[in-house]
């Protein structure tokens, strides 16, 4: 299955030594750091419906405090989502909204 991988973030609180988190902040120019709601869901929407949506790359997804009203919209939008995270950055209620999210 295609996927697009989405990156909520530029930088990545946990600095692991094994992540290129160094070359990748030097690389990117852009100033805009956060991935916005509204960005996100414009991007979805002009992807296929086939593709899955992956939370992943090279930040923690919920660094950004938007992560859990994307994946809830993601969702709604009947797409089909990975997560791959420590869950770095989640709150209890975050985990809470997610879990009803999959009872649907």
């Given at each position: 299955m295609p996927a697009l991988e989405i990156t909520t973030m530029i930088g990545c609180p946990l600095m692991c030594t094994f992540c290129?988190?160094?070359k990748l902040l030097k690389s990117y120019k852009d100033p805009v750091r956060v991935l916005s709601f509204d960005t996100f869901a414009t991007a979805i929407g002009k992807i296929?419906?086939?593709?899955e949506i992956v939370?992943?790359?090279y930040n923690e997804a919920w660094?950004?405090?938007n992560c859990?009203?994307?994946v809830e919209?993601?969702?709604?939008e009947n797409r089909k989502i990975s997560i791959f995270t420590t869950l770095q950055g989640m709150t209890d209620n975050d985990c809470d909204t997610i879990i009803d999210l999959y009872k649907l």
């Open positions: 290129p988190q160094d296929p419906q086939h593709f939370f992943a790359g660094s950004n405090k859990t009203d994307m919209h993601a969702l709604k």
